[in-house]
């Protein structure tokens, strides 16, 4: 059955440094998402993507992140300058429809020192 | 604001009997309701999806209900068993943006042999 990957599963970070998550959603879906999850806390939605460009974006996904989809496969996160409090899981999700049922990566955890 | 409201409190059920989990809603009149699935450290898995002009939906011993009028849903676990300990989310689209998630604070499910 087809699955959205993740990678790193793990990634350990100094504050300040640049983080690149990376995703590879099922290969026929055409939107593509992040969400994020603090520990203990909901998951919260970053940002959506569809036809090369941003759908729609939550408060979090300010100017220290972007997505961007470099080939065919990948989708990818970047903070640019991470902070203490970016520290979470962050799941990768797609869907091969509009407002339907999005299938989840088994997340990055981001740890920032 | 759109508020999602999952019992935070931990079901604990005997194996064999049903879990019944509500997942209440205010300020928002979504065009469908999902539910997932997440272990710990895990990222959430897609169970079911009701549309609001569907009261009920099933999927092997699943299943949901939709209240449109109560802005309410109810999850069923029948003949739970100690592998569908996990915990349980509620997520509905945003108002003005279908893709974009809100999930509720899941409920946890403890199923004892």
């Known amino acids: 059955e087809p699955e959205v990957t993740q990678t790193p599963s793990h990634q350990v970070t100094q504050m300040g440094q640049e983080v690149i998550l990376r995703c590879v959603p099922i290969s026929n879906h055409l939107y593509f998402y992040w969400y994020r999850q603090i520990l203990g806390q909901k998951v919260e939605f970053l940002v959506s993507f569809y036809n090369n460009e941003i759908s729609e974006k939550s408060e979090i996904f300010d100017d220290q992140f972007s997505v961007e989809r470099p080939d065919g496969s990948n989708f990818t996160l970047k903070i640019r300058s991470t902070k203490l409090e970016d520290s979470a899981m962050y799941f990768c999700?797609?869907?091969?429809?509009?407002?339907?049922?999005?299938?989840f990566g088994p997340g990055t955890r981001l740890t920032v020192l | 604001s759109q508020k999602i409201e999952q019992n935070s409190e931990a079901l604990n059920i005997q194996e064999g009997k049903t879990a019944t989990l509500t997942c209440n809603y205010t300020?928002?009149?979504?065009?469908?309701l999902q539910w997932y699935r997440q272990d710990p450290g895990r990222g959430p898995v897609f169970l079911l999806l009701i549309r609001e002009n569907e009261k009920e939906k099933r999927k092997e011993r699943l299943k949901v209900t939709f209240d449109t009028t109560l802005k309410q849903s109810l999850f069923h676990i029948t003949a739970s068993q100690p592998a569908d300990s996990a915990t349980y989310l509620c997520a509905l689209p945003h108002a003005a943006a279908g893709n974009k998630l809100t999930f509720g604070g899941g409920t946890r499910v403890l199923v004892k042999p």
């Open positions: 300020n928002y009149s979504p065009a469908y």
């Open positions: 999700a797609s869907s091969g429809r509009s407002y339907n049922e999005q299938f």
